[in-house]
């Protein structure tokens, strides 16, 4: 985690927990980037090369697409069960 400009002792138990919470979230979204982006790459790209052929590029757009409705319903899902 980063160092920051406040003492933990100047802040809140709940403030600290949203910070947390903040990082956390932070972080997951940067390993689901990672992961999507990996398995998409891998997917659509069959050599790599200084440009992606326009089928490389639509792929790659299907997938990530793929991916954002997957996200977008499993969010979705989590709500309705929590409300």
């Keep these: 985690m980063s160092t920051n400009n406040y003492s ?5 138990n709940e403030e600290l ?3 947390f919470q903040r990082q956390m979230q932070l972080q997951y979204s940067q390993n689901v980037l990672e992961t999507v982006t990996d398995k998409c790459f891998n997917k659509c790209i069959a050599s790599p090369s200084s440009t992606l052929s326009t089928n490389e590029k639509e792929c ?8 954002v409705e997957a996200m977008n319903l499993v969010g979705k ?3 309705e069960k929590n409300s």
Excluded: I, V
């Design 8 to 12: 933990s002792s100047s802040l809140s």
């Design 60 to 67: 790659l757009q299907r997938c990530m697409d793929r991916f």
């Design 77 to 79: 899902t989590l709500a």
């Design 17 to 19: 927990m949203e910070r």
